[in-house]
């Protein structure tokens, strides 16, 4: 018998008892729409890593006082002296691979605007930083140079500070009080919203490095240099000559702990990267589960059906289905079954996951893959899981069938 | 262990007969004993008859019938039907047979639920590969010859028991099939819807020559056949041509007319309603 005609036996038993259909379509339905749901969440928490990442810059090299070894007593980069401006101009001389660096020396700073207040993050560093960490301004301009070698009294706020001390006001060319010296601001920086840690990157204001060592700290070292490599490779194979010239520099015998550390990131990124594969992987395998006990469940409605209709498949028998005609039917009705159930969980997925990224701001990324990958898994689903029922169902005897009550 | 007696039929394989058995022994292993449901039995109908099939329980008679019904195959002899041996036919080849050359009737009609009488009727015409229109085409008449047309949307729990076994018949007889098989035809339903269902076989056997073969346990259901076989062990016991027989369509004005109650209380027929049925 022809497939449209065993599809049409199909669908006739099925309509003759909706309501079951339905049932046992919605494990298919749950576990289908888990799947897509939470694929399409770990997608879109692997989107917003890359995103992080790459508004980080490229090729970038980050290099920070203080020990990285696991476990051991670290000391943190706050309280290592021995990373300095010294250092980054010798890495910038010997390492090639390197083709700019910018210092960041860190402080807490009270900024002061008429009657608003805020205590924010203060970074002292080179105009360059903002070139190597792909941040340009949005309005105003970045200090100079010139205005670093002169430890001048400037900054460049982030949006979040800019908004709240000056609101909607321009705040470029405007006096700021940070402790107890004024500070003209030169620049705002466009937003670069949450890190990947979720941090808020534009709470922040940027100086002169020199005047925040001279001025605000009253320190002569760095905390941390951010590089830029001339690729994405050679930021890799930059960092063991850079370790190398800075255990020379820092006189740090064989066998000692490095007092500072050097990460790439691309490093970072294949971290995250791993990370949220495993996240996504977990996720999918925990939805997954659900999509077999759907399977399972049509499998326990065929074998019902099956012991049901027993008389019904003897009767068919009897007028002349081969078992093969009655092992297509209930083949088909299975699959037909998962199938419908797919689709609709692919679409309860889709909903799902528009929902969780409008009530969760969670964005969320519908993979073509994973919908395609669910409709084949629902059908194997159907096959594998309506292929012993169907088999049963067709080596009946039609006489003990017939007799059957 | 006596050999058949009574009316016997013709022994010669005519151009006439349809089914011929030859020694047909069943056998089924129990495992530890074997049963010995038919043992032995050689037959011969020809086309056009009507053949009752007696016997108690346990007597081989439902065993034969399933071997007439190519639903089972003997475990030793042969059956020829329409000229053909069957006895060693494949599962795939008895299942077309089926199809295109038997009619089959149940007790329990067997009807698909919550299926249009048309559908079920239908049933057939699908597995023997059948177009759509004509499927439908062929069901609608098939429907008309046992008189209800009129009810091809009705689903079977909106039939009365007659009205079920009347929509099996026209399923039987949808294929056109050369043999109607019924298996205790009447056995659910109440006395006069069984002479009933009775007259629709006979015309069907009378008007256009079909063979129709009935088993039953009921001696008065047996007086419509034009021929009987009684089993017993296996064996045919008896057979024998009826005299008297009964014309079901003459027997129907003499009953109680029930059809008032048709459409609710038949098939809750008990066996002790069943009046004997007047002699002729």
Known sequence: MDFMNILRLALRALARNKMRSLLTMLGIIIGVGAVIATVSIGQGAQYLVQQGIQSMGTNAVFIAAGSNRPGGARMGFWAVKTLTMDDLHAILREVPLIRQAAPAVMSRAQIVYQNQNWNTQMQGTTPNYFEIRNWPVESGS????????????????????????????????????????????????????????????????????????????????????????????????????????????????????????????????????????????????????????GGIGIMNIMLVSVTERTREIGVRMAVGATESDVQNQFLVEAVTLSMAGGMAGIVVGLIGSALISKFLTWPTLISFWAILIAAIFSGAVGVFFGFYPARKAARLDPIEALRYE | MESPNGNKPPAHSGDGVLIRLENVHKTYDLGEIQVHALRGVSLEIKRGEFVAIMGSSGSGKSTLMNILGCLDRPTKGRYFLDGTDVSQFSKIELARIRNRKLGFVFQQFNLLSRTSALENVELPTVYAGIPQAERTKRAQESLARVGLSDRADHHPSQLSGGQQQRVAIARALVNHPQILLADEPTGNLDSRTSVEIMDILQRLNDEEGLTVVIVTHEADISLYAKRALEFRDGRIKRDSLTQNRLIAKDVLPTLPALSDADDEEETAAAPGARDAPPAD
């Open chain 1, 142 to 293: 970045v200090f100079s140079q010139d205005e670093v070698d002169m430890a001048a009294n400037v900054c460049v706020l982030g949006t979040t500070v800019a908004n709240i001390l000056f609101d909607k006001a321009n705040p470029i060319g405007q006096t700021v009080r940070i402790g107890n010296l004024p500070f003209r601001v030169v620049g705002v920086l466009e937003s670069k919203g949450q890190s990947v840690m979720g941090t808020d990157q534009d709470d922040v204001i940027f100086a002169p490095y020199t005047t925040v060592q001279k001025k605000i700290s009253g320190i002569t070292w760095i905390q941390f240099m951010n590089a830029s490599a001339v690729t994405q490779e050679a930021s890799l194979a930059a960092v063991p000559q850079i370790t190398a010239l800075l255990r020379e520099r820092h006189r740090i015998r064989p066998g000692e702990d490095d007092d500072f550390f050097v990460r790439t990131q691309s490093e970072v990124a294949d971290l995250a990267n791993q990370t949220q594969s495993v996240m996504t992987l977990l996720l999918g395998s925990i939805a997954s589960v659900s999509l077999i006990v």
